[in-house]
């Protein structure tokens, strides 16, 4: 398997990219958001991979971290998610709010993305609402594959403070996930614990 790809930079679009490794151009198909950090076409770059291999192609994917990388292995793990979904989602939506719509049962988010319905939004909440959860309330990352966001980010903190008091996973994170995400760590706490309090 190709781990990652780093090399110059032929060509970028908003959904794919060639990459010049070793002489080989690679076509790779990204998410938008991947195309917009990736450096312009003459520049080196890199891009986390994953290959798939099917009975009639062979394609790879890439992702500007692995954060993203590890987000779209488990999107398309669920089934019914394929490749073209996953990098929809990914498009639209950066892993940290993945994880919390996941985890608070948000599949409204999901159906932001092209060619994603209600009925296979509610099958990805629905699949990865407790994995996500617990890994958003530890701060660990998800089945030890993809890392929820990072227990240095604002909210991952908020849902990791809001569970100390004993709050669910998935309550706390749906209460974060309604609350302003560039808020310092104490106001969104703060915000997430009135609507919690509300609810009771």
């Known amino acids: 398997m190709i781990y990652c790809l780093t090399g110059k ?5 908003l959904d794919a990219v060639v990459i010049r490794c070793g002489g080989v151009g690679y076509w790779v198909q990204i998410p938008a ?8 076409p003459g520049q080196e770059g890199t891009v986390y991979t994953v290959m798939n291999v099917t009975e009639n192609d062979v394609s ?30 990914l498009s639209v939506m950066s892993p940290e709010k993945v994880a919390l719509a996941a985890s608070s049962g948000d599949h409204k988010a999901f159906t932001k993305a092209s060619g994603v319905g209600p009925k296979l939004a509610q099958r990805i909440t ?7 959860g617990k890994g958003l309330a530890e701060g660990t ?3 030890g594959n993809f890392a929820a966001p990072a227990p240095s980010s604002a909210p991952a903190q908020a849902v990791a403070a809001l ?11 749906a209460a974060v996930a309604r609350v302003d ?7 969104i706490i703060k915000v997430a614990l009135r609507s919690l309090s509300r609810a009771r």
Do not use: H
């Open 60 to 89: 790879l994917y890439g992702f500007a971290t692995l954060e993203q990388r590890d987000c779209f292995k488990m999107l398309t793990a669920v089934s019914g998610v394929g490749p073209k979904a996953g990098l929809a989602i």
């Open 33 to 40: 958001t991947t195309g917009e950090s990736l450096p312009a």
């Open 126 to 132: 629905l699949e990865l609402k407790d994995k996500v």
């Open 163 to 173: 569970v100390s008091l004993g709050y669910s996973p998935s309550d706390a994170a």
């Open 181 to 187: 995400e560039t808020l310092p760590v104490q106001e």
């Open 141 to 143: 990352g998800f089945a």
């Open 9 to 13: 930079i032929i060509k970028k679009s």
